[in-house]
């Protein structure tokens, strides 16, 4: 299905219900992760005799999944005091993460099958909607990387 977007492009995005009801139940089944993931912290700091607070969140973000984008907001902790700041870090977001792990097998799988670097996006859309448009040619090509160091540790490794 080709349907215009706001900036006149065509965009190849199937969506659907269901779809539509998976995304917003991972938005809240991440979100209740991360909320028992920092009460953790701050229960451990706390015990450890730090005085820190719930403050507020990081600024939302947008992560590529396998069921296209979900919004995610991280919260922070703030240290009262004075022994220095805290930074919470979450396991289940890490600081940089802008898409999954199961979206790299795609792309990794596409350019396998000859999807070239400046199609994997247009290509992925159809299944990611929005989200495809973060892999750009670059994105692919440093995943190119990625893959020939861990194939060139293998190899290094020896067989099994």
């Known amino acids: 299905m080709i349907t215009p977007d706001f ?20 938005r809240h089944l991440i979100a209740t992760a991360l909320e028992v993931e920092v009460t953790e912290m701050v229960n451990e700091l706390k015990s450890a005799g730090r005085d820190v607070v719930r403050n507020g969140y990081l600024p939302e ?4 999944t396998a069921i296209g984008d979900v919004e995610v907001e991280v919260p922070r902790i703030r240290s009262r005091d004075g022994n220095g700041s805290i930074n919470f870090s979450s396991k289940l977001i890490p600081p940089y993460l802008r898409r999954s792990k199961s979206i790299d097998a ?16 247009q290509v992925l859309e159809v299944v990611l909607g929005e989200g495809a448009k973060k892999l ?3 994105v692919v090509s440093s995943l190119k990387v ?8 293998c190899q290094e490794a020896g067989p099994l």
Do not use: C
């Open 61 to 64: 973000r947008s992560i590529t």
């Open 106 to 121: 795609w792309v990794a799988y596409a350019y396998l099958k000859g999807i070239s670097e400046r199609d994997m996006a």
């Open 146 to 153: 990625e893959w020939k160091t861990k194939f060139d540790e």
């Open 7 to 26: 900036s006149g492009k065509p965009t190849y995005a199937v969506t659907d219900a269901v779809t539509e009801l998976l995304r917003v139940h991972a």
């Open 136 to 138: 750009t040619p670059n």
